[in-house]
């Protein structure tokens, strides 16, 4: 079986699972990928790739504090609504899964019908979100589509907010993003406008290449050691391991009735 249903912490979950061992893990509690591993050489012990904050709620009760979080339809405070939107607090349906071409793969959805009440009101637009995730060798593949079925048009952002894993954020480079290559020595939470090709993310042990289209900027976050020890959900010493690089739309876009977007992301070794 490609994709079998799990608990993750408390929260229902899909573990995808590729013919050649390549796994991930997704919470329906914010369609939220919270572990990726890559197919590992034969023998080899498969490494976990997302970095998961020991002290992150896995009960539904607050967003989860790791992996790739959908942000939707708002960005951080850019907005008058919920801090990074309701997406990543919502439970979302699994609408297909299985296995195409050798990877495993699952896409889940949310729409006005699944908001609480509270977050449909606020937000009083009709929509589809869709998520696909995809696994298969040391590649990861995610697109998020948004619908709009209404008869308004909407104002949305929209990103995914992946923690990479890594261990010494001080050893991190990336290039792609500016001029120079970007190191982190402190607390860091910048936008990058217009990413015109793709991200190279040196994680201290591994090259990776960071790939997205739709999403037009990327952000990149690492809250330092003052932020972090006034995060209650993350222990003092974590902000050390993780970095955030996020493919976003910041936007805001607007979609019109019958319009769809779609941003797509791709993870793979840098050769
Ligand atoms: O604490 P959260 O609501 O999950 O936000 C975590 C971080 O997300 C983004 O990277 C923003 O740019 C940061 O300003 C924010 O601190």
Redesign the pocket.
């Given at each position: 079986m490609s994709v079998s249903t799990i608990e993750y912490g408390q929260l229902p979950a899909l573990l995808l699972r590729a013919p050649d061992g390549a796994e991930a893990t997704i919470t329906l509690y914010g369609a939220h990928l919270v572990s990726w591993k890559p197919a590992a050489a034969t023998g080899a012990p498969a490494q976990e790739r997302m970095f998961m904050s020991r002290l992150s709620a896995l009960d539904g009760s607050r967003?989860i504090?790791g992996g790739v979080?959908v942000i939707f339809p708002q960005?951080?405070e850019r907005g008058e609504g919920t801090?990074?939107g309701f997406a990543r607090t919502s439970t979302w349906r699994v609408l297909d899964s299985g296995e195409q071409d050798g990877a495993a793969f699952a896409v889940l959805g949310l729409n006005q019908g699944d908001l609480s009440p509270q977050a449909s009101s606020a937000w009083a637009y009709a929509f589809e979100l869709a998520l696909r995730v995809a696994v298969h060798g040391a590649e990861l593949a995610m697109a998020l589509e948004v619908r709009n079925i209404g008869t308004h048009p909407f104002p949305f952002a929209a990103a995914l907010?992946t923690y990479h894993l890594v261990e010494d954020v001080e050893a991190v480079r990336i290039a792609g993003l500016q001029a120079e290559t970007l190191a982190i020595t402190d607390k860091l939470?910048q936008?990058f406008e217009g990413i015109a090709g793709a991200i190279h993310f040196d994680n201290g042990a591994d090259k990776l290449l960071l790939q997205q289209s739709g999403f037009t900027d990327a952000?990149?976050?690492n809250?330092g050691a003052a932020?972090a020890a006034a995060?209650a959900d993350m222990d003092d010493e974590e902000y050390r391991n993780f970095v955030?690089i996020?493919p976003a739309l910041l936007g805001p876009a607007t979609l019109e009735p019958g319009g769809v977007w779609r941003g797509e992301y791709r993870i793979s070794p840098a050769v």
């Open positions: 967003a504090r979080p960005f951080a801090r990074h907010h939470d936008v952000v990149v976050w809250p932020d995060l955030c996020e």
